[in-house]
């Protein structure tokens, strides 16, 4: 599993041309659609994480999880936290909050029930 976050990182780059010279909302009826699907990515991303936690938790079955792997996610998960917070982007600080929350519980739940 990888995180979306390549979006959010679009999300920033349209603020800072925003900022500069284009529109925004921009007359480009594809980068407003974009613009919105960066925003519902932020959020649908973490939720796909959700039936990998209940398989954990409500089954209590942590086989063949790696918890090196999921380690690795959250890591990343805090430098684009600490990013989010450096460049005061707000869906930049809820989407990794959010996997930051769901990586800890896959990682208590493989050392708990593996």
Sequence with gaps: MLHETSGMHHLHRRQIIHQKHEEYPHPDKTKRIMDKLVYAASIFAPIMTLPQVMIIWIDKNAQG??????IAYMLCALIWLMYGFLHKEKPIIIMNLLWIVLDLLVIIGVMVYA
């Design 65 to 70: 999880i790696s918890v090196v792997s999921w």
